[in-house]
């Protein structure tokens, strides 16, 4: 069983700047997709980001690309989401996600990943 646990939500002011870490404890195979996704109320959780740890490619959703920057320390188990430029429309709560031996191909879904944060709560006011 993997845990993840995420970190590093907060309030913000457009244009500021956050960045959100996801701690993944217990056992930990050798490569993964890992990605962030965000719910806002009333709306469907949505891919902000995926990495692929074995390799490191890449996946942004067109919303954040530019602004967003998804990466991994391997030593620590540990994913963040640097988060520049943030818009009020980035106010969600956001959820890691990990799933093992998969190279995140394609578009990630929810529904893709066995290991799920409890989420993160970011709010950015105008």
């Known amino acids: 069983q993997v845990q993840l646990v995420e970190s590093g939500g907060g309030s913000v002011q457009a244009g500021g700047s956050l960045r959100l870490s996801c701690a993944a404890f217990?056992?930990?195979?050798?490569?993964?997709?890992m990605g962030w996704f965000r719910q806002a109320p009333g709306k469907e959780r949505e891919v902000v980001a995926a990495?692929?740890?074995?390799?490191?490619?890449?996946y942004y959703a067109d919303s954040v690309k530019g602004r967003f920057t998804i990466s991994q320390d391997n030593p620590k188990n540990t994913l963040y989401l640097q988060m520049n430029s943030l818009k009020p429309e980035d106010t969600a709560i956001y959820y890691c996600?990990?799933?093992?031996?998969?190279?995140?191909?394609?578009?990630?879904?929810?529904?893709?990943?066995?290991?799920r944060g409890q989420g993160t709560q970011v709010t950015v006011s105008s």
């Open positions: 996600a990990a799933q093992p031996s998969w190279r995140c191909e394609g578009s990630p879904h929810w529904g893709d990943f066995r290991y």
């Open positions: 217990g056992y930990i195979a050798s490569d993964y997709c």
């Open positions: 990495i692929y740890t074995g390799g490191g490619s890449t």
